[in-house]
């Protein structure tokens, strides 16, 4: 047998992929479940884009690509932060790679040592602590709830700060919250950093076109931390081109020199006919994204509509991303028969083997008391998932 690394005792599979893996195989079996657990649109890509893909391959984009990206697709991501968020950035500040989430591993590998803190708001998408992890960091978290809007105040940021604080790690919009926020929440925020000038700011807004309550703002615009902060973003949510893997960074040259280096010894750089689209993505027509953002703002009032009608289920109305949380606590401790619902996790799985639903536990996230619900799905789909998960709660009693 071989001996494996310690590297993967650090470190868990994602719990996002865990339940898509699980709802694979009873589907497999022949049941019908409906799936209302991964973070994908069920949109198309754009015709544009998918055009400028085979255009790139009858042209023969097909060789290696420089590690931080085509000069031109950098130039792209450059007009689109100076279009969408005022934001001037050069093309020697732009590190494109395969998906946001390998963006975020070059980031916190290039910015974290053994025993340095990130800070984490709670709830955080699954793959933040574990990235932490695998750089031996630490993952200092701020607690959030419903009632806050799953947005952290400046009293905590400062109260969470020590010496060995290095990073600050949050997305707005928020997967799995769908907390926005907006300008003069940031700059309270910022008056705190401005105080602690060696903490860097990793900003994920890989959400931010996905916006049901104003104009997406962003960290990197505020003079004073912009400097240090490193924006994360990508094409797959706002574009629905989740299978190309094409994200990208933007932030100061050093940082994204560091982020080039790291990737040159991992894939270099990425695929060239997603590049290629990518390019059509960002300067062509918004039309399809505006119209998927329309449909994902009607699903979003459909499930709060539906979930209203569930007793003990408290869902905060998401601000942004195509998820609710809710707060699900109020099913602990009931019996379904046969097992004893002890927490979100047994919640979670429950619904998946009695109601053929699948969904996100959220100890995933950072917070054991809810459960992550996509409603990037079609409304037939989302009436039909609720109606079973309504069913099947209503059968759970006390224990």
Partial sequence: MPHLSSLLNRFNEPET????????????????????????????????????????????????????????????????????????????????????????????????????????PTPYWVTYSELVKIARGKVVEIRTSAESGFKITPSQLEA??????????????????????????????????????????????????????????????????????????????????????????????????ACEKIQGQFTSGTNSIAQRAAIAALREDLRPTQEMVKEFAARRELVLQLVSKIPGIQCPSPEGAFYIFPDMRAYFGRWDGEQQIKNAADLSMFLLNKAHVSSVMGDAFGEPNCIRFSFANSREKIKEGWARIQQALGSLRDA
Wanted: hydrophobic share 40%; with cysteine; proline share 5%.
């Fill in 160 to 257: 969470a700060i020590t010496p060995q604080t290095r990073v600050f790690l949050f997305s707005s919009p928020c997967n799995p919250s769908g907390a926005v926020y907006n300008e003069e929440e940031l700059e309270a925020l910022v008056k705190v950093f401005e105080k602690y000038p060696d903490i860097t700011i990793i900003s994920d807004e890989i959400y931010e076109y996905i916006n049901f309550v104003g104009n997406h703002v962003s960290i990197a615009s505020f003079p004073s931390v912009v400097d240090r902060v490193a924006i994360v973003n990508g094409l797959s949510k706002g574009f629905a081109m989740t299978g190309w893997r094409v994200g990208y960074i933007a932030a100061s040259e050093t940082i994204a020199k």
């Fill in 17 to 120: 992929l865990k339940m898509a893996k699980l709802g694979r195989e009873l589907r497999a079996n022949g049941v019908d479940v409906i799936d209302l657990s991964l973070g994908e649109p069920d949109f198309d890509t754009p015709n544009h884009v998918k055009q400028a893909a085979i255009r790139a391959i009858e042209e023969n984009w097909s060789h290696y690509t420089p590690v931080p990206g085509f000069l031109d697709l950098r130039e792209a991501v450059c007009e689109k932060l100076k279009r969408d968020n005022k934001l001037d950035y050069k093309p020697t500040q732009i590190v494109v790679s395969t998906g946001a989430k390998q963006s975020l591993a070059n980031l916190i590998l290039s910015l974290v040592d053994e025993n340095q803190e990130v800070i984490i």
